[in-house]
């Protein structure tokens, strides 16, 4: 079911599982996502197949689901000839399908919807969403990220995803870009060791959202696992806000062959440990799928 209570007030009274990544998700359902567009390329296509992936993470065990607009922008839509009124339909309809996912779950639980806005490297589809320093100004940016964040805003999630942040500029301008939404967010970075993934102290690019009131939480995400407590303690002594954390399973991203690398090192028995370093928000991002969450969702009860 959707909830009456914010995700603000369950954070305030204990921990929310988050879901798992959208990607591997569709793709484990036989779905191609080679294209730039990647999930978001289903919005259009497929967007039944986007439902299913949300509710089988409601049916594990999440409580949170993230909207498959991570890499839907008006920019990339028109790449493949598709008008911006029609791009406007597709990233409210990312927030619906989720929505839709909820209320097929059938769980007496809380349940509810983040509408993802990914970096700007996203939309660029070669790998910068790792690396950030795009040569563009703050101001740049947040012209970049408003427009879509206005559009996910009226679809009325019950939160603004912005997620995987490489850099603590982007950062400052997804903060600008939100004020005056209505919409709380949360902001998660994508770090490597103790920095942005641009290379920025993590105390510095946290420090940016202390005192964003739109913010709710603030943390990482699409990392490796054994970099998410570090962070987490950082977050939570540099915001004071709740924290939010969804790993990768360890695996790395290969850009050029687009493929993953690796062993999984993403286990649910790091969770209590994430947990008591300040997290309230805890799931999965790539290569984390429905049997992940599970765990998850399980060592937070025995916790």
């Known amino acids: ?167 603590a500029d982007e950062a400052a301008a997804l903060l600008r870009a939100v004020r005056g939404l209505g919409v709380p967010a949360w902001l998660t970075y994508s770090v490597a060791g103790g920095r942005t993934r641009a290379g920025q102290p993590l105390e510095e690019a946290f420090a940016l959202a202390a005192e964003a009131d739109e913010v709710i939480a603030v943390g990482v995400n699409c990392c490796d696992p054994q970099d998410v407590e570090a962070a987490a303690a950082t977050a939570a002594r540099v915001t004071g806000k709740p924290v939010v954390v969804y790993p990768n399973s360890g695996e790395t991203w290969d850009a050029e062959a687009r493929a993953w690398a690796g062993r999984s090192t993403f286990t649910a028995g790091q969770v209590t440990g994430w947990q008591q370093a300040g997290a309230r928000l805890i799931g999965g991002c790539c290569r984390v799928g429905p049997e992940g969450i599970a765990d998850i969702a399980q060592a937070l009860k025995a916790a």
Do not use: C
Request: no cysteine; net charge negative; charged share 25%.
């Open 1 to 167: 079911m959707t909830s009456t209570l914010s995700l603000a007030e369950a954070l305030a009274a204990g921990t929310v599982v988050l879901d798992g990544g959208m990607s591997n998700q569709l793709e484990s359902a036989g779905h191609d996502l080679s294209d730039e567009l990647w999930s978001a390329r289903l919005l259009a296509e497929q967007p039944e197949a986007v439902t299913e992936a949300h509710l089988a993470y409601f049916r594990a065990g999440a409580d949170v689901a993230i909207t498959a607009s991570y890499q839907a922008t008006f920019e990339g839509f028109a790449k493949r000839g598709i008008s911006r009124g029609r791009a406007a339909e597709l990233m409210a309809l990312s927030v619906e399908s989720a929505r839709e996912a909820a209320r097929r779950a059938g769980v007496a639980r809380p349940l509810w919807v983040a509408a993802s806005a990914g970096p700007y490297g996203a939309m660029l589809a070669d790998g910068s969403e790792y690396r950030g320093r795009y040569g563009l100004s703050v101001d740049e940016l947040e012209r970049f990220h408003r427009p879509r964040l206005e559009v996910l805003a009226e679809a009325r999630p019950d939160v603004l995803a912005l997620e995987t942040v490489p850099d």
